[in-house]
């Protein structure tokens, strides 16, 4: 009797570690995390001090979507009475701000977006085939975009550490003629859709590869539900 009464005190105890541990406990200590939901967090492992993180948009980016924003707008003719400089970095802010955070960059204006969007009730979580379908979509939506021309592109199956399912994206382009490199991870962590969108203004030979290692090292942690 006092055997089974260790053996199942000892279970209990599993147990209830087991339900409140951190949610960064799957996360290397030498890592920095990004906050995506109140449950989930991102662990990346950075390369150098040339590389930040932060859950506000670099200025980089506002810039260039402000910029994207007026050629948007030109194209459709809506230019009759053009908004001022910072109108448009108010726009871009607030377009930028729907992501739950950035690594970036800053002397180069690489930079990697990261949202979720989570599973609204009664949706059905995707099947493996659905987040290739989504990855495949993205790039449809890339070929589209303003300034977008020459898009070479492949989709291929993925792995990201924490989510069920993950699909990548290697693409190259031109944006306004200009050379770009995309690289982009479509997945599913349940209950959420994850995307890693990694975009390259190739200012240098070494943002690639150093980003490469970074989604290599990429982890969704979750907090256990009690």
Not at 144 to 171: N, T
Not at 183 to 196: D, E, K, N, R, T
């Amino acid at each position: 009797m006092p055997k089974l009464r260790i053996v199942f005190g000892l279970v209990v105890f599993l147990l209830v570690c087991g339900c409140t541990q951190d949610y960064r406990a799957s996360i290397a200590s030498d890592m920095r995390t990004l906050a995506l939901s109140d449950d989930m967090v991102l662990g990346i492992r950075l390369p150098g001090d040339n590389w930040q993180i932060s859950s506000e948009p670099p200025m980089t980016l506002v810039e260039e979507m402000a910029e994207h924003i007026e050629h948007e707008l030109e194209e459709k003719g809506q230019l009759a009475n053009p908004p001022t400089r910072e109108q448009l970095k108010n726009a871009a802010l607030k377009k930028l701000q729907s992501d739950e955070g950035y690594v970036f960059n800053p002397a180069t204006g690489a930079h990697l977006d990261v949202d979720i969007s989570r599973l609204g009730e009664g949706d059905v979580a995707p099947s493996a085939r659905g987040v290739e379908n989504s990855a495949r979509y993205a790039v449809s939506s890339l070929e589209g975009d303003e300034g977008v021309s020459a898009v070479v592109a492949q989709v291929e199956k993925a792995r990201l550490a924490g989510a069920q399912y993950a699909w990548r994206i290697s693409a190259d382009y031109k944006m306004h003629e200009e050379p770009r490199r995309f690289v982009g991870i479509v997945a599913f962590a349940s209950p959420y859709w994850v995307y890693l969108y990694y975009t390259d203004p190739l200012k240098n030979d070494t943002d690639y590869g150093e980003m490469e290692e970074m989604l290599r090292s990429a982890v969704l942690g979750f907090k256990a539900t009690p």
